[in-house]
């Protein structure tokens, strides 16, 4: 049986600092749900109800489309080592942008990335903890360098370009903001 909560604790924040992996989870009103997993050093517990997400460039940008229509975000993390645990953060979240005034104050949380495109700042209004049982048991073998390398080769003026060309609208259609 889950337990809800609501804010995340010194445990459950432990846990997310142990975690490799996550998954992101939103929707628009219409369309389809968006589940993509998540890494890198592209998330901040700032306290019990608020967690930043660096966003990074892809080959998406669904998460962005699907909050200028609906601020609903999910975020999971499941452990694949150690006791068998599912952690949800559930809650509203908004886009902060490279123009946007707090981008520098938000950034600054982060190591400095080529290709940061958004921050997505998630205030939690419920977290759920469950079993986890089913989980497979995986071993972490590192972060793959791949994006870092691929945005390195990019200027700037390529990367805007970039998230016009690939990233302006959701699988849906629907635009996803400025870029």
Avoid at 26 to 34: L, M, Q, S, W, Y
Wanted: glycine share 8%; hydrophobic share 35%.
């Amino acid at each position: 049986m889950g337990k809800r909560f609501e804010r995340l604790d010194d445990s459950h924040r432990r846990f997310i600092a142990e975690q490799h992996l996550y998954f992101v989870a939103t929707a628009a009103p219409e369309g389809r749900v968006n589940l993509s997993p998540k890494g890198m050093d592209s998330l901040r517990v700032l306290g019990p109800n608020r967690i930043l997400w660096l966003n990074l460039t892809g080959s998406g940008n669904e998460t962005a489309g699907h909050l200028l229509e609906s601020p609903r975000m999910t975020l999971m993390w499941c452990a694949f080592t150690a006791r068998p645990m599912i952690l949800r953060a559930f809650g509203t979240a908004r886009t902060i942008r490279p123009d946007d005034a707090d981008w520098a104050e938000l950034a600054a949380q982060f190591p400095p990335q080529r290709g940061a495109r958004q921050i997505f700042d998630l205030a939690v209004d419920l977290v759920q903890s469950s079993c986890g049982y089913a989980v497979p048991f995986m071993d972490f073998r590192g972060d793959r360098d791949t994006l870092r390398h691929w945005t390195e080769d990019k200027s700037d003026a390529e990367l805007r370009t970039y998230w016009r060309e690939r990233n302006a609208e959701t699988i849906d259609g629907k635009p996803t903001g400025p870029g």
